[in-house]
């Protein structure tokens, strides 16, 4: 099974949806060149993405504690009161 959510983002949304409930700007920017040289063919998958959704998990009856990014953000990182 894939470690996902049902309702995935981009690493934009998620970039921005993590400055806001950190409170914190969300605008530095990794070049990717960068990246390249650091995770070598691994960057592909930062650059890039992969759209992955729980399929089996969902038909396995698994059910989410939170299917929203926020939510889950906020949980994690005890930012409730945002």
Known sequence: LNLTAPNPVTNATFSKMLGRVLRRPSFMKVPGFALKMLLGEQALIVLTG???LPTKAQQLGFTFRHTELES???ELLGSQNV
Request: charged residues 35%; positive net charge; proline residues 0%.
């Open 72 to 74: 889950t953000l906020r």
């Open 50 to 52: 992969q759209r992955v």
